[in-house]
């Protein structure tokens, strides 16, 4: 933490203004520990003057008291909105004008410090900032005046928003891309809002995404067929700001909470990986897109080699930091790129690989066998290798998901029966019988 003086980091900056050295203690431990934010604290209004010249630093969002030594009307408000960071409230002075002004110049939110729980929902209300500048909403609907009024409020959440006019149109977005949230008008271009609905809820469920449905006050009716169409809640319009924010932040926190819930249900206790269980729920689904799409698709079944010996000489402690390291590097390895790893159970590690052929997916499953040989393990003061044999299936037409994984299980039997520490795959196969073929004609 600092007072007014230059931080230079490539995690996100938080600028807290705030002239309590309990507020300031408290919520600065917090945003580090717990959010992973470097925190620049300034105590006047000359102390943010100085932090905003520095030019080696760009706020990801502030948090600011109203009222503090130079700036006795909330006049460091302006100066964090006039350089375009996103802003949080957090002040004992209010009043239904302040209120009103405040929420005229878009802040992201405010917190009230009237309470016992002032301190919490400070954090909170940071914690979710930062969590909605990861999430995407789509607003569906053919009002223009909609589209504009919804899409300013959910901007000033921080949310990525999308927009569409068709109903098919948005259906093809959910279907390309993660969202937490779809806001929906009565009528799209073509189709009603509740229609839509029905077609986004065969897809995606209540745990999975958050909808809303917007109607006119004059046909209370409409909120309904929402409700009934399987919407999370339904607003009517023209909306009220604060409210809708309200309403939002609750559905998104919600879903938040299950989706956690439903993490750790999916995850493997040791490594963090997902289990075998949502390997098994997940990867037909992705097969069967990827399919439709025209994706190459392979499953690898990765084995470490002699773990049996390993856990037997060095004891289940050392045979435990293995597995963590080696999924370690499989996560660090693989994130981003849109494939599916998951621990399958003892030493056993399965990856279903999207978008390379046959041959790219041995090669790139070959090459994931080097980089893993580098993991290194110290037990008794002897540093271990670890080695890999992977077995590897090219996804070629729709079957049960236990028939891939049953034949990269097997060409895994066949990698170690060749003297492990390789990959073999049906590539390798159809390459080493032409080759035979050429030979024997």
């Given at each position: ?6 931080i230079?980091a490539a ?8 002239d309590?050295?309990?507020?300031t203690?408290?919520l ?15 105590g ?6 100085q ?15 109203l ?5 006795p009307?909330?006049?460091?408000l302006?100066?964090?909105?006039e350089n375009?960071i996103?802003?949080?409230?957090f002040t004992?002075?209010f009043?239904?004008?302040?209120r009103?002004?405040i929420m005229q110049?878009h802040v992201v939110?405010?917190?009230m410090?009237d309470n016992d729980?002032?301190?919490?929902k400070?954090f909170?209300?940071v ?16 009002s223009e005046?909609?589209?504009a009024?919804?899409?300013?409020a959910l901007?000033?959440?921080l949310?990525e928003?999308?927009?569409a006019?068709s ?19 009565e ?6 809002g ?10 995606h469920s209540?745990n999975?995404?958050?909808?809303i449905g ?14 009934r169409?399987g919407?999370?809640?339904?607003v ?11 309403r939002?932040a ?7 909470q ?22 098994y729920?997940e990867g ?16 690898g079944v990765l084995d470490?080699?002699?773990f049996k ?10 045979g435990d930091?293995v ?16 494939h599916?790893?998951?621990?399958l159970?003892g ?6 690989v ?10 790139y499953?070959?090459e994931?066998?080097r980089r893993?040989?580098t ?8 540093e ?9 299936a090219?996804?070629?037409?729709f079957?049960t998901f ?6 990269a299980?097997?060409f895994?039997?066949?990698a170690?029966h ?6 073999y795959?049906?590539?390798?196969m159809?390459?080493?019988s ?8």
């Amino acid at each position: 933490m600092t007072d007014g003086n230059p931080i230079t980091a490539a995690k996100p900056t938080l600028l807290l203004v705030e002239d309590s050295r309990l507020f300031t203690s408290v919520l600065t431990f917090r945003f580090q520990n717990e959010l992973g934010l470097c925190v620049q604290h300034c105590g006047s209004l000359a102390a943010v003057q100085q932090a905003l010249q520095q030019a080696d630093t760009r706020y990801t969002l502030a948090m600011v008291d109203l009222n503090l030594p130079g700036s006795p009307r909330g006049e460091v408000l302006n100066l964090t909105l006039e350089n375009e960071i996103p802003t949080i409230v957090f002040t004992a002075t209010f009043s239904p004008e302040t209120r009103a002004e405040i929420m005229q110049r878009h802040v992201v939110d405010y917190v009230m410090k009237d309470n016992d729980l002032a301190l919490e929902k400070a954090f909170c209300a940071v914690r979710q900032a930062m969590e909605n500048r990861r999430r995407r909403v789509l607003v569906a609907d053919r009002s223009e005046a909609n589209l504009a009024e919804v899409g300013q409020a959910l901007r000033r959440m921080l949310f990525e928003v999308d927009e569409a006019r068709s109903g098919w149109d948005a259906v093809a977005m959910l279907e390309k891309a993660a969202y937490h949230l779809v806001v929906a008008g009565e009528h799209l271009s073509d189709m009603s809002g509740a229609e839509f609905c029905r077609r986004v809820r065969k897809q995606h469920s209540n745990n999975q995404l958050g909808f809303i449905g917007l109607y006119p006050p004059e046909d209370a009716f409409n909120g309904l067929l929402f409700l009934r169409a399987g919407a999370s809640d339904a607003v009517r319009t023209p909306i009220v700001p604060e409210e809708f924010q309200c309403r939002v932040a609750y559905h998104v926190d919600m879903l938040g909470q299950v989706q956690a819930l439903r993490a750790t249900a999916a995850s493997d206790y040791l490594t963090g990986l997902y289990n075998r269980r949502y390997f098994y729920a997940e990867g037909p689904k992705l097969i069967s897109r990827g399919l439709k799409m025209g994706r190459h698709l392979s499953i690898g079944v990765l084995d470490i080699d002699h773990f049996k010996r390993l856990n037997d000489t060095y004891g289940h402690e050392i045979g435990d930091l293995v597995l963590v390291a080696v999924a370690n590097r499989l996560k660090n390895e693989v994130e981003g790129k849109g494939h599916l790893l998951c621990r399958l159970g003892g030493e056993e590690f399965g990856l279903l690989v999207v978008d390379l052929d046959a041959a790219e997916a041995t090669a790139y499953f070959d090459e994931l066998r080097r980089r893993l040989a580098t993991v290194k393990v110290v037990a008794d003061e002897e540093e271990l290798s670890i080695s890999v044999s992977i077995g590897v299936a090219e996804v070629s037409g729709f079957e049960t998901f236990d028939n891939y994984i049953n034949a990269a299980d097997q060409f895994l039997y066949m990698a170690k029966h060749r003297g492990r520490n390789q990959v073999y795959s049906d590539y390798l196969m159809a390459e080493e019988s032409a080759r035979a073929r050429r030979a024997a004609g």
